[in-house]
């Protein structure tokens, strides 16, 4: 018995990396699944290899969502866990650079897309007893230096939105968390230096993040999307049945420590 069983789930940005690997751990545990994600021709892969429905869903455009959301009811009679986890590196550069219509399709896929997926998730959810909604928000949310300026403000901002409703959807039964991935290996970074569809540059790009990733992290290694789905089943099950408006950060460790360069480790090294 998988620890989704009955549950239907919508997951935003499934056609690949993270949400590709929350969608195929989520059908493993049981449940059914909607892919949404703008990417039509690898969501409708996903969805076909996973037995569930794609929908072509631009999370930046409110009636996408409402679309989603609708076709898992209308599909599967009801929806039990919604994720809010499209995203993209968005607008880069200095601040002093800082580029008008880059800034505003940046906010509007990284926190429009998980304020309507919130509304439409929880609309639904009301009206059936309860649910799970869960958002992909960012290590780049709690420190600098993790990812481009207009990203981590919006990642910050889904920690704001997490605590805020979750409060108010308490007493309608719905637990609202968000998953703060480090650094996982997914093609968001060569897509963001624009060579993702270059597989010899990607694999490049993909292995200097990795290098990096592993030399600041205790654990050692950088991430996968399987680490970040086996927290996503755990806050999707009755397992997290107390727990809401919490950030779950899935790091290895990178944003609980700092190793200092240069620091002695030993009297030797203190007094020579
Ligand atoms: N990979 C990491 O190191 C990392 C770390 C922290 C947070 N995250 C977050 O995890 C989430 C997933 O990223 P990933 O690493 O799996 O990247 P990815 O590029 O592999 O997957 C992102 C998916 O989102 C889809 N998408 C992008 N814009 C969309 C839109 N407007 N509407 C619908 N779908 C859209 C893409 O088509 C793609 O399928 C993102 O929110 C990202 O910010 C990633």
């Known amino acids: 018995m998988g620890r989704l069983e009955g549950k239907t789930a919508v997951i935003t940005g499934a056609a690949s990396g993270i949400g590709e690997g929350i969608a195929t751990r989520f059908v493993a545990e049981g449940a059914r699944v909607v892919v949404a994600d703008i990417d039509g021709s690898r969501g409708e892969e996903v969805a076909s290899r996973l037995g569930g429905r794609f929908v072509r869903c631009d999370v930046a455009i409110e009636g996408d969502i409402a679309a989603a959301v609708r076709a ?6 009801r929806l039990d866990v919604c994720v809010a986890n ?54 780049a949310g709690l420190m600098g230096g993790m990812g481009p300026h ?3 403000a919006c990642k910050a901002a889904v920690i704001g939105l997490t605590r805020s409703v979750a409060l108010e959807q308490g007493p309608f039964n719905i ?4 998953i703060n991935p480090g650094g996982i290996a997914t093609p968001i970074f060569a897509k963001g230096l624009g060579v993702d569809s270059d597989p010899v540059a990607a694999e490049e790009v993909l292995a200097l993040v990795a290098a990096g990733v592993s030399a600041g992290t205790p654990l050692g290694r950088i ?6 789905a086996a927290a996503a089943v755990w806050l999707a099950s009755e397992d997290s049945s107390y727990v809401t408006g919490q950030t779950i950060v899935v790091d290895g460790g990178l944003t609980s420590t700092k190793r200092l360069a240069e620091f002695p480790t030993t009297t030797e090294e203190t007094t020579a």
Do not use: W
């Open 175 to 178: 637990r609202v968390n968000c």
């Open 223 to 228: 991430g996968t999307p399987a680490d970040i």
């Open 86 to 139: 499209a995203g993209f590196g968005g607008v880069t550069g200095p601040i002093t650079d800082l580029d008008e219509e880059g800034f505003d399709r940046t906010v509007a896929v990284l926190l429009k897309g998980v304020a309507f997926a919130m509304k439409h998730a929880c609309a639904s959810m009301q009206a059936t007893g309860g649910g799970s909604v869960i958002s992909t928000s960012s290590v």
């Open 72 to 77: 898992a009811v209308d599909t599967y009679g």
């Open 150 to 152: 207009v990203y981590s």
